[in-house]
């Protein structure tokens, strides 16, 4: 009986991981498909094949990329960037939006700096991503602190802390091994298991 529930528990750790990936990819795959996917449907009906939407998406993107560096259309994006940048309420969430975008895509990248922080009056440490460095910009007090993301264990959501510049200590991990680290709990390393000796 004990084997039949180690090997029931080991079919569980090797078949539950692989089932959610793919459902993951599946779902997402879904999602972007169905941008362009529901508009063209109804003119190749039969001839749809999935993944057409994904691919039409694909194309209209970078295309409009494409034209965002011609003169006359990146004019026109840079005026409706402009004009969005001006409505209330329009202004913050395309400004989240963007901004978000751009820490992960863009040049300058956020998220790419991975800090060690110390909770202060503890020696509790705890693990974050430096999303920016001056913030003399929005707060004049602030200008010797730096904005920490702190992400939640086993969840989407994190933290962001205002910590002095001197409290913080950039260390050489990659972000991605970070990121894996904090969502598992710890339990994800590539240094392997540690005794707490």
Do not use: C
């Not at 498909?33 to 749809?48: C, F, M, S, T, W």
């Amino acid at each position: 009986m004990k084997r039949i529930l180690q090997n029931f528990i080991k079919g569980l750790l090797t078949i539950v991981p692989i089932i959610l990936v793919i459902y993951v990819v599946f779902k997402i795959f879904m999602v972007l498909d169905g941008l362009l996917g529901n508009y063209l449907k109804p003119y190749l009906k039969d001839d749809y094949i999935p993944g057409i939407g994904l691919l039409f998406t694909f194309i209209l993107i970078t295309i409009l990329g494409w034209l965002s560096t011609k003169v006359f259309t990146g004019t026109l994006f840079r005026m409706i960037d402009r004009l969005l940048e001006k409505i209330p309420l329009v202004k913050t969430i395309y400004s989240v939006i963007k901004d978000t975008f751009h820490s992960f895509l863009g040049e300058k990248k956020s998220f790419s700096k991975v800090a060690i922080v110390t909770i202060p009056g503890t020696e509790v440490k705890t693990i974050g991503f430096i999303t920016t460095e001056d913030l003399q910009g929005f707060y004049d007090p602030l200008k010797n602190y730096v904005a920490i993301y702190v992400q939640q264990t086993f969840q989407i959501a994190g933290i962001t802390l205002l910590i002095p510049k001197e409290q913080v200590e950039v260390i050489d991990v990659k972000p991605e091994d970070a990121m894996k680290f904090v969502l598992s709990g710890g339990m994800t390393s590539s240094q392997g298991e540690k005794s707490l000796d």
